[in-house]
């Protein structure tokens, strides 16, 4: 029994080790696979591509700076007045014509001058000797050239007695004290004459002194207005 039992090792041991030597069959085994052939369709898409463009925006800095309130047209001109019052000087009655672009005649006749020589005769006299001068003539002028004649005659004398006065009159202001200011005509520049005259000579000598008293004008007003 025991000898049974020292064969059968021997046999597993020998079962064993032919086992380990032995060659090894290796054997493939294939597993089939399905393929699946599909068509590649190829679509063009169209994509619209957004480009941000950067946007310049204006930057407005506001400064509050403080501006000094505009004078009334009112205190301008009034302060205007006060500095041309305050700069003023007294001036002689010649310097007087200086500034005058034009002036406007007024001619006065006394009635016993109207009995020798028409008023007609008088203004057109003077106011031509005016214009040959140079002297402007504007019936819209400030300015009042006024010419007279006055005089009489007595029946007991074959005389004519007169007078003759140029006046440029304008308007001027006066202030007195602390009253309110007055604004009035006055004559700034004046000349004047008087004598006498006979009658039968009264006339021509009456039209000469108007185109005397003219000349004596122009030439004043020209030494302070000359002409460009």
Known sequence: MKTHLIWLGVAVAALLVGTQFAPKEIRVVEKPVEVVK?????VEKRVDVIKEVPKEVEKI???TVEVPAKIPELYTKALAFMER??????????DSLAGIKS???SVYLADDIKKIVSET???TKFEITLRRSGVPIDEKSLYVLSYS????TRTDSPLLVYSISTNLDEGVFA???DGPAMYTFSSTWSKGNFGTVGISKARESLIAAAESA???FSNEWLAKNPTK
């Open 38 to 42: 599909t068509r590649d369709v190829v």
């Open 149 to 152: 004649q006055d005089g009489f």
């Open 214 to 216: 003219a000349e004596n």
């Open 85 to 94: 019052f305050y700069d003023s000087k007294q001036v002689s009655s010649k």
């Open 103 to 105: 002036v406007r005649v």
């Open 61 to 63: 800095v506001e400064r």
């Open 121 to 123: 005769e008088i203004r």
């Open 175 to 177: 202030l007195r004290n």
